[in-house]
């Protein structure tokens, strides 16, 4: 009675289905056109909308906040107190799995502390996530990629030095009506 609960739960009662590399990349193409036209569409209603009030919709880049010029060092306690905070699941871009950098605090606060202090500047191997798609409901058509919402998977130091990272202060002529 369990495993059948536990096979309901996790759907591993569906037979894995294989599909060749050509299907595979078929299918990774139609997720990625999906959901950039998504994001697209998005936009595109947000700029209506926004025009329609009479407010012009700002670029996207555009930064109305203070210069973010000067970030202080961080030190291996504030390390530790995210370390603390963060939940200890891994992603397979893991070198080292979170539950391993929890219980070795004391080492990996000294390294991650000097890795953040050494630059800010985010190396290339950990602007990377795993983009999964998961599907909405179980029993949806999993031929349709609006039944799906993706999960990105980043890099367990990617999180920590993200949240190391210090938030700006609000800008105090930007009221909160505006916001």
């Known amino acids: 009675m369990r495993w059948r609960v536990v096979k309901t739960l996790l759907h591993s009662d569906r037979s894995p289905s294989c599909r060749s590399d050509n299907e595979n990349i078929s299918l990774c193409g139609t997720f990625s056109k999906f959901f ?50 963060i939940p200890a699941k891994s992603s397979p871009w893991d070198f080292v799995p979170t539950s391993l950098i929890k219980q070795g605090d004391s080492v990996f606060a000294e390294i991650i502390a000097r890795l953040a ?39 367990n130091i990617s999180k920590i030095l993200e949240r190391l990272f210090p938030k700006p202060l609000p800008d105090p002529c930007v009221s909160v009506q505006q916001l």
């Open 36 to 85: 950039t036209d998504k994001i697209t569409s998005l936009k595109r209603a947000v700029a209506t909308d926004t025009a329609a009030l009479g407010t012009p919709c700002p670029p996207d880049n555009q930064h109305n906040g203070k210069i973010f010029d000067d970030l202080g060092p961080v030190s291996p306690n504030e390390v530790r107190k995210v370390l603390a905070s």
């Open 117 to 155: 202090n050494i630059s800010f500047t985010f190396p290339s191997k950990y602007r990377f996530s795993l983009v999964t798609p998961l599907l909405k409901k179980p029993n949806q058509n999993s031929d349709d990629p609006a039944n799906f919402r993706p999960i990105s998977n980043l890099n």
